[in-house]
């Protein structure tokens, strides 16, 4: 039922028909209730698809039923749930969204009563109800729509980063024609940026389409022939935020992790990532006497590592960064305007940050029939084993499934080009074979 981050899946079917979005929304509810969390209310967030209001409207219904109230704030980053949910007592979260992907999918990501996206063991809990014989009852709720949430929303980070000194630098974001478009800019205005916004008329199957962080080359390009400082562009709910440089290359985002941790962290604390994140990093912050964590991926792991070990920064190369001392949950927004003070505070170009240096690293997507356990899989295990024992000493690997999609994701740092193409040319045959089984 849940993925990486929420629940995903086509509109009309599965999940994400009537029926079952109402039983979603009542889930969810019923966890808040049984939980003992003293919720009330439910804030209701969404992006640009033209599907959106559809979900909406029924899990408004299933959240009625389990006997809570909601309050509608449009279109609205996935992080202002984290700010309104902390702001108002007694208030938790539903964002729909499916972040990255294109119009045709939806989902739902959930928020606590401390704007924590909801741990997997959370998830667990909603999963168990929904799976439940389901009773409809009536209830009296209270349903309001808040018409000016966007001016709430960018007064409280406008709030947030207010004590933080920025650099005069042209850059360009793309925001996706998603749930950013008109409250990045009104951000950026009131701290007097010197910016262009592309990708901002969403009509509803436009997100995310030949834009955002999945389709680079479009702001590069813009970078590019604008002479412009860096480009950033911006997921489709705006928790996600991939960069690039003034020659409209990416830049790696553990190069980001990297550079926030070594510019905001003291010695003897703790930096928490992924397993996919580049293992260089240990090495540049051992020297400063930083500790590296690694969770498993997804940002809500990252976090939930972070309130464990008691991080102030936590972040994954996919994008997610989590800035604890600013807000629970990872913001796009917040993220730009946090490390353009870093490099105001220690005087530094934007190319500071592309100049630094990773281990080789080498990250492959593909499609997959179907997800058995990967080490059932024909060759797999003896593949695994061989890599580990021939490069123990200098790469490192990680074999996954997408959490969101039919993909499977191959992982490879340390290796030299000769070894590194022996390896996903091996892959690559299991995988075929696989797939054609």
Known sequence: MFGT?????????????????????????AYLLKNNDNVSNVFISKDTRKTSDFVEANIIK?????GLNTISLGILPTSSLSIFTNKYPNSAGAMITASHNNFEYNGIKFINKKGEKISSVDEKAIERIYKKKFIKKKTKAINITYKDSGTEYVNEIASIVSKLKLPNFKFCIDLANGASCKTTK???????????????????ININKNCGVECLSKVGNYVKKRNLDFGVSIDGDADRVVFVNKNGK???GDKIIAFIAES???????????????????????KRGIQVLRSDVGDKNVYQMMKKENASFGGENSGHYIIKDLLNT?????????????????????????????NSNVLNSYNIVKKDRIN??????????????????????????????????LLIQGL??????????????????YNES
């Open 416 to 433: 030299n080009p000769e070894d590194l193409k022996i390896q996903i040319d091996k892959f690559e045959s299991i995988i075929k074979e």
């Open 5 to 29: 981050d929420g629940i995903r899946g086509y509109p009309y079917k599965g999940y994400f028909t009537k029926e079952s979005l109402i039983k979603i929304g009542y889930s969810f509810g």
């Open 264 to 286: 905001s962290l003291k010695r003897d604390s703790k930096l928490i990532t992924t397993i996919m994140s580049n293992n260089i990093i240990e090495k540049r912050l051992e």
């Open 62 to 66: 299933g959240i009625n039923i389990s």
């Open 330 to 358: 990872s913001d796009a927004n917040i993220t730009l305007i946090y490390i353009l003070n870093l490099l105001f505070r220690r005087r530094l170009d934007f190319d500071y940050i592309d100049r630094i240096k990773l």
């Open 186 to 204: 009104r951000l950026l205005e009131r701290l007097q940026q010197n910016f262009l916004l592309i990708s901002v008329r969403p009509n509803g």
């Open 376 to 409: 059932k899989i024909l060759g797999m295990r003896k593949f695994i084993k061989e890599f580990h024992t021939n490069f123990k000493s200098k790469g490192y690997m990680n074999i996954r499934y997408s959490g969101t999609e039919d993909k499977i994701r």
């Open 250 to 252: 990416p830049i790696e």
